[in-house]
């Protein structure tokens, strides 16, 4: 089992910048693909970022492209997403979502472990 814990999330205005950070602990090597989705309220929960284990392969949601970037730091057992420019639709419940396939994925259903979620508002 991996347990995923996130941080980072806050109110913040409109143009300001978040890093999220997820740090993971367990059967951390089983984890290859990671990932960050958000849920705003009555939306169904999307795909925000994706990296495979090496970062050699990223993902961007088209609504943050440009603006949020997913990094990785394995020795740490710790994933972030910095967050730039944030938009009031940027408000959600970010999730870190944790995958066992080796290839990059950005469907929902391919993530077996999900943290709790930490709540990002931004004001306009």
């Known amino acids: 089992q991996v347990q995923l814990v996130e941080s980072g999330g806050g109110l913040v205005q409109a143009g300001d910048s978040l890093r999220l950070s997820c740090t993971a602990s367990g059967r951390t090597s089983s984890t290859y693909v990671m990932g960050w989705f958000r849920q705003a309220p009555g939306k169904e929960r999307e795909i925000v970022a994706a990296?495979?284990?090496?970062?050699?392969?990223?993902y961007y949601s088209d609504s943050v492209k440009g603006r949020c970037t997913i990094s990785r730091d394995n020795t740490k057992n710790t994933v972030y997403l910095q967050m730039n420019s944030l938009k009031p639709e940027d408000t959600a419940v970010y999730y870190c979502?944790?995958?066992?396939?080796?290839?990059?994925?950005?469907?929902?259903?391919?993530?077996?472990?999900w943290g709790q979620g930490t709540q990002v508002t931004v004001s306009s």
């Open positions: 990296l495979n284990r090496i970062s050699s392969y990223r």
């Open positions: 979502a944790g995958s066992t396939l080796v290839q990059l994925t950005t469907t929902r259903k391919d993530y077996d472990y």
